[in-house]
């Protein structure tokens, strides 16, 4: 049986190793020491079978994932500003056996402490099957869903990115995205070491970290891009980069062109979700166009259907569902069979929820979703229902419908529209905040005296939408 740390990420063994390898905020390590505190942490893991690990920007959550990856542990990343519903359902849906790290809040769960980098590495350690990932979603319509993610499926797509943005291992990663989603912990880190790249993760992704980090590869989401054309000193920082890349949303025209007049560089964007991995992305080589997501990456089939399930030939221009066919897709939902069927078409092709088109050169373009229940603010993927479900815990709050409004900044911003008897909105925006992660909470809240439905009792939020 191999090791499945070095099947996943044979570029933690690369030569021209460095004491500065990998950073993380003011945190630097070579990658020799990072591979010997895995080891040790994975030694203790040896019979445990999941865990759950706060993935704060810090080096002890990549210390944490690379163990529980070597010792073929299944390992779930919490947000560290989760608030206690949301942080208690995914301990109870997970069923993990640990928590690995000290965090600050409590459960009943056993912690096993993470060594710090140079811990010394064990001298042998059990051969171990793979273990993988259980990525929570954004709980588009109810509590999050834990997406379960083979270390297959990350090497498929981590090495499809390579192809198409010439990664290397003379390049220079830079981010700070949060290290519980995808665009941060996989592509921003796990990336960087299948590579075998320098990494470097800012603590927070702002303009001046960004200017001072010195990479060759920089990856952010809209807002992350957004704030950099507000700081042209801090842009024209990146000219000497190879590639920047935008994803989890869409840029909008004037960021990109503004990128453009800034940096020198036309962003790439890319498209995914946690359930596929990333999918459609413009290339190195090759063109790159404002509110475009490029091209099916190698190994991945799309297309484009009607609501009634009828392909839309490539060209039309005619909007419809985008679905796909992919090595990358996750293994299921955790312990939901009935929601992976779901997901899936008769004649077995994943149903992504978004809306597309796809022109005759198979370039995508994505509209948005099929419902409007997936809110995307600063880069994050929230779900309306799971906002709308806090709310509701409050005792003032009767009736909740949440949706996104065009914003500036973020994207979208989360505006909640509830029915309730003598509450006020910033005590509202509070209770969710300490409820859920912060970045879920309500920028705008407005009161009604009911809200809109149809005859069937469903709320009609098309009627709110700003």
């Avoid at 929230?382 to 479900?389: D, F, L, M, N």
Wanted: glycine share 12%; charged share 20%; proline share 9%.
């Amino acid at each position: 049986m191999t090791d499945p740390l070095e099947s996943l990420l044979p570029g933690l063994w690369a030569p021209g190793d460095g004491p500065d390898a990998v950073r993380i905020g003011e945190v630097a390590t070579s990658r020799e020491d990072l591979l010997a505190a895995a080891q040790a942490c994975a030694a203790r893991l040896v019979g445990v079978r999941s865990v759950v690990l706060e993935a704060g920007p810090e080096m002890a959550t990549l210390v944490g994932v690379l163990g529980a990856l070597r010792a073929g542990v299944a390992v779930v990343p919490l947000a560290p500003d989760a608030g206690p519903l949301e942080r208690n359902h995914v301990l109870q849906d997970s069923g993990v056996d640990v928590v690995l790290g000290d965090p600050a809040w409590t459960s009943e769960h056993p912690r096993i402490p993470i060594p710090a980098p140079g811990a010394a590495a064990p001298s042998t350690l059990p051969a171990a099957a793979p273990g993988g990932m259980v990525l929570y979603t954004s709980g588009t319509t109810g509590p999050p869903k834990g997406v379960v993610l083979s270390n297959a499926a990350i090497g498929a797509d981590l090495d499809a990115l390579a192809a198409a943005w010439a990664w290397t291992p003379e390049d220079t990663v830079v981010h700070g995205l949060p290290l519980f989603h995808v665009h941060g912990l996989i592509l921003g880190l796990l990336g960087a070491l299948r590579v075998g790249c320098r990494v470097v993760h800012t603590g927070r992704p702002t303009p001046q970290a960004y200017a001072a980090a010195g990479g060759t590869l920089y990856f952010g989401v809209p807002t992350v891009w957004s704030r950099m054309v507000d700081e042209p000193g801090a842009a024209a920082a990146l000219r000497s980069a190879r590639l920047l890349v935008s994803g989890s949303a869409g840029l909008t025209p004037p960021v990109f062109e503004g990128l453009v007049a800034l940096t020198g560089h036309r962003p790439v964007e890319r498209y995914g979700m946690t359930e596929t991995l990333i999918t459609l992305s413009a290339r190195a080589d090759g063109d790159r166009r404002p509110g475009q997501v490029g091209l099916a990456l190698p190994g991945v089939t799309t297309r484009v259907v009607a609501e009634d399930g009828t392909p839309i030939p490539p060209g039309e221009d005619t909007p419809g569902e985008l679905q796909v066919r992919t090595a990358t897709m996750f293994d299921g939902y955790l312990g939901r069979p009935e929601a992976t069927t779901a997901c899936w078409t008769a004649d077995g092709w994943f149903r992504t929820g978004d809306v597309a088109t796809l022109g005759v050169d198979g370039w995508h373009r994505i509209l948005g979703r099929a419902s409007v229940d997936l809110i995307k603010s600063g880069g994050y993927r929230i779900g309306a229902g799971e906002v709308e479900a806090a709310l509701l815990a409050h005792p003032a709050v009767t009736e909740a419908a949440v949706v996104g409004e065009p914003d500036p900044d973020l994207g979208q911003r989360i505006v909640a529209y509830v029915v309730a008897a003598d509450a006020v909105a910033a005590d509202l925006e509070a209770f969710v905040a300490t409820a859920l992660s912060v970045h879920k909470r309500p920028r705008r809240i407005v009161f009604l005296d009911s809200l809109p439905r149809n005859a069937l009792g469903k709320v009609q939020k098309s009627l709110l939408t700003p």
